[in-house]
């Protein structure tokens, strides 16, 4: 099978959706399968890997590099009619949305789109327009997206019940989670892990709480600040918490701890490379994530693959991936219950350790080779209905034909 790939973000940037279609591009593959990726431009970023096409693009704002493709492109159209791909598969609903849809209906393929974000949560970035205006703007385009595709695909159920309930979507939608490579995350590497220590001067008796991702306001990760500043005044010691990312609100999050109190026990690791960061999960003692605008987030997934039971706020992403006292602990949006949670987890060894089972347990839904087999075979049906429903259609317009042949025979009679 031929699989053209279109996304408004790929490598070099970090980011759930970027791991999520690397992970399946390089299944697929190993199953024979071929693939094209078409995304933006990066600066400065030479692709070492085959089939990728780049659209030219633009970086509307100098704070975050996160180029905005062009979608016009002669090159483009021929790169694609070469690789002459079965089924499109949509990873954003705007911009590179555009060139798919019409590509796909050119092809007479089907076309996939994946909504893998809670994108009315982001309407702040389009400041200085107006919240209300650009989240009412997104709806819009999603609903009339749909349309134009031949089945949604989504990573958790929560979503698919925003997308009925708030978007008004009556196509069909099918949840299919994020997924990893499980090998990847459970296997060890004692010295890897001896090194990130020495680093950030971490005891072997330090019980680490990890956050893995961007640092931005919708991540909440100031709350796990707050907590953590909670429970060291009520006397918890031999703590730290290691937040591996960086971001917008860094240096903002830098001043937070330093007013709490807890400067020293805060540390901001930076960029991580992707292929070191399962290093970083195997010291923590737990994962604590605070926000309420995920999906089905890859680091929780990470997490509980690597055995490390699970802080986090009960909202959608994670009340689809946990549940409660058996892979992790599911709290109210409220900072003082997660800091009581977090204490409970770091006092309480046995309910780690028990938490800790369920997660490699939970983790195991997860796998790469069994979700992307989930979503070949969607592409298969897909494929086949499309192929079906042309099929009737041509033959329609033969029978209205022979029906017309016939009358004007008559007539001529």
């Known amino acids: 099978m031929r699989i053209a790939f279109f996304t408004n973000c790929y490598k070099p940037l970090v980011n759930g959706v970027v791991t999520s279609i690397i992970s399946l591009k390089e299944a697929y593959e190993r199953k024979g399968h071929k693939t094209y990726i078409f995304a933006p431009k990066v600066e400065d970023y030479i ?87 650009t989240q009412k703007a997104i709806k819009r385009i999603i609903s009339n997206l749909a349309y134009k595709i031949d089945c949604i695909t989504t990573p958790s159920t929560s979503m698919k019940d925003l997308l009925r309930s708030c ?28 090194e990130i220590r020495k680093k950030y001067d971490l005891k072997e008796e330090n019980k680490i709480i ?49 007013s709490l109190g807890v400067g020293n ?15 970083y999960y195997k010291i923590g003692y737990t994962f604590a994530t605070a926000s309420t605008t995920e999906v089905n987030p890859l680091t929780i997934i990470e997490a509980l693959a690597s055995g490390i039971p699970v802080l986090a706020v009960r909202a959608p992403g994670a009340v689809d991936i946990l549940t ?13 219950k997660f800091a009581d949670a977090l204490e409970k987890i770091v006092r309480e060894p ?52 022979a029906i017309d042949y016939e009358g004007k025979i008559k007539n001529e009679k």
């Open 47 to 133: 692709d070492q890997e085959k089939n990728v096409f780049r659209y030219r693009s633009v970086n509307l704002t100098s704070k975050a590099k996160y180029p905005i493709a062009i979608p016009l492109s002669f090159r483009a159209k021929k790169v694609i009619t070469e690789f002459n791909p079965d089924i499109i598969h949509v990873h954003h609903p705007f911009v590179l949305s555009s060139p798919a849809i019409m590509y796909g209906k050119k092809l007479g393929i089907p076309k996939i789109l994946t909504l893998h974000t809670q994108y009315e949560q982001y309407a702040h970035y389009a400041a200085p327009i107006p919240q209300i205006i």
């Open 167 to 194: 978007y008004g979507i009556t196509k069909r939608i099918e949840v299919i989670p994020n997924a990893i490579n499980l090998a990847s995350f459970r296997e060890k590497d004692d010295l890897k892990c001896f």
């Open 210 to 258: 990890l956050f893995v991702g961007r640092m931005a306001p919708e991540k909440s990760i100031d709350k796990i600040i707050k907590a953590l500043a909670i429970i060291k005044r009520k006397g918890v010691t031999g703590i730290k918490l290691v937040i591996v990312g960086s971001g917008l609100s860094l240096e903002d999050l830098k001043k937070l701890a330093t």
């Open 265 to 279: 026990d805060v540390i901001f690791t930076g960029n991580v490379e992707y292929k070191d960061v399962k290093h």
């Open 324 to 336: 409660d006292g058996l892979d992790g602990l599911l709290v109210d949006n409220d900072t003082e």
């Open 350 to 401: 046995e309910l780690r350790e028990k938490l800790s089972q369920g997660a490699l347990k939970t983790s195991e839904k997860y796998s790469i080779d069994i979700i992307s087999e989930r979503m070949l075979n969607l592409y298969r049906e897909v494929i086949e209905i499309k192929k079906s429903k042309t099929k009737e259609k041509k033959n329609f317009i033969k029978d209205i034909l």
